[in-house]
């Protein structure tokens, strides 16, 4: 598990001081050149049409809903700034977050057309493509977030290879991306779900209670951190990092997709934008997180711990999709759910390339000079 809290705020002002050096020094008039807010996003901003607008209210999208998970590090907090910093209104939108404590309930809003916006790890999308939601992914959240399989601290189960023909009960949200890395350490392990250890349906708040008669729970960060390092309930006996690459997603119904592109580039505008704001203002983040009713509950010291090392750990250029890399890597873990008769049918890498959209995050870059990265981002272990 990760605790270390790295450097933000020097990060910050050297982001957003090179970014404007880098305009002054630039041959021409400074007049003509744009202006730059001091966490070094170019104004004036770029505002989505009339058009889409209407297009938007028609559909009964307005204000814009986001589905996202107060759970969730970094996508918690870049949908916080989204919000409150006006980061979209700023764009020409109006938007307002709706909360959920995990993937699978975002599935049944987003597939009853009720959010257009939404973000999902990588079984919710997974299902989602099984079931044939029109979603187009338009930028890479938290990549390599960490799950970890904890137990008691008086467990008796060193491994998740001590589990092997118990018939123990895990604690797991179905449907969730905890599924996803569990189907494939399992798998490594040689267990077999249903035979080895039985996997039981359960809540993240019920799971955070380590209850009697379960074994393991399966959470993601960062109620994994809450427990082993805040809290210290429990160990982690397993983690994701051995077993698969971790793929969040930021994304829109296919047909906004369609119909209305400045709104899903104002989307990925506004995640990059927050993700600079972060990197400036690590205290003020935590701040606007902890005004939040969704927030009450967790630890001032935890949210910044889990912003800085899924926020700003990273280079903001994290947000893209190397859609080759991760049709691929979601293709061989999609292939055990097969096996496991968990999706209907049997995912490729051409039914995740078709759902993703690397375009958005790539116009962004270029407004503020980024580089696309020649690799996705690397695991943290």
């Not at 041959?27 to 170019?42: A, K, L, M, R």
């Not at 090392?309 to 691929?328: E, L, N, S």
């Amino acid at each position: 598990m990760l605790l270390p809290r790295r450097p933000t705020l020097t990060g910050g002002m050297l982001l957003a001081g090179t970014l404007a050096i880098t305009r002054l020094l630039t041959v021409g008039e400074v007049s003509s050149q744009p202006q730059f807010t001091p966490w070094g996003w170019p104004t004036p901003y770029e505002r989505v049409s009339t058009a889409s607008v209407d297009w938007l209210k028609a559909r009964g999208w307005w204000p814009l809903a986001i589905a996202s998970q107060p759970p969730w590090p970094c996508v918690n907090a870049v949908t916080t700034v989204m919000i409150k910093k006006g980061l979209l209104q700023q764009r020409g939108l109006e938007s307002e977050v709706q909360w959920f404590l995990a993937g699978p309930p975002i599935i049944e809003s987003v597939t009853g057309g009720r959010t257009p916006v939404g973000f999902g790890g990588n079984f919710p999308v997974s299902s989602m493509l099984d079931k044939q939601v029109p979603i187009k992914s338009i930028t890479l959240v938290t990549p390599n977030i960490d799950h970890a399989v904890i137990v008691p601290n008086d467990s008796p189960y060193r491994a998740l290879r001590d589990l092997k023909g118990t018939g123990a009960v895990i604690g797991i949200v179905t449907g969730s991306s905890a599924e996803f890395f569990l189907v494939s350490a399992l798998k490594a392990h040689g267990l077999e779900p249903g035979k080895d250890v039985i996997l039981r349906n359960m809540p993240i708040t019920e799971q955070a209670l380590l209850p009697k008669g379960v074994a393991a729970i399966v959470p993601w960060d960062f109620p994994a951190t809450q427990l082993i390092h805040f809290k210290k309930t429990g160990r982690a006996i397993d983690n994701i990092f051995p077993y698969n690459f971790y793929q969040g997603n930021f994304y829109v119904r296919r047909e906004l997709e369609e119909h209305a592109q400045d709104v899903a580039q104002a989307l990925a505008d506004a995640y990059v934008e927050a993700l600079l704001w972060i990197r400036l203002n690590p205290d003020e983040t935590v701040r606007l997180m902890k005004d939040d009713s969704a927030f009450k509950a967790y630890e001032p010291e935890l949210l910044r711990q889990q912003n800085d090392a899924y926020c700003v750990y990273y280079k903001p250029t994290q947000a893209y999709i190397h859609a080759d890399f991760w049709a691929q890597e979601n293709e061989r873990v999609a292939e055990w759910l097969w096996e496991g008769k968990r999706t209907s049918r049997k995912l490729t890498a051409k039914d995740y390339l078709a759902s993703f959209e690397p375009k958005y995050t790539e116009n962004t870059f270029k407004k503020l000079g980024f580089r696309i990265p020649d690799r996705p981002v690397p695991a943290r272990h």
